[in-house]
């Protein structure tokens, strides 16, 4: 098994995290999953210009593909 990469997800939800979805995709890539999760209080307070009533945060795993083509944008 390759190495875990990470993007954190930001989700909008309506009352009571009904009905959630992806808003938007942090672009930076992350090498673990408590990297990204430390980065969550961060990227929630910079997601002021969503309109739901309730934000959340997810961290999910990519392919080592999907994140060196990430990491190749990025650059």
């Keep these: ?25 942090e672009e930076r890539v992350y090498r673990s999953e408590v990297e990204c999760i430390a980065d969550t209080e961060t990227a929630l307070s910079n997601a002021t210009d969503l309109s739901f009533p309730e934000i959340m ?17 990025a650059s």
């Design 1 to 25: 098994m390759g190495p875990a990469y990470f993007v954190l997800a930001i989700m909008g939800c309506g009352d009571g995290s009904a009905a959630c979805q992806l808003v938007r995709e």
């Design 57 to 73: 945060a997810d961290c999910r795993s990519i392919s080592p593909e999907m994140a060196a083509a990430r990491m190749s944008t």
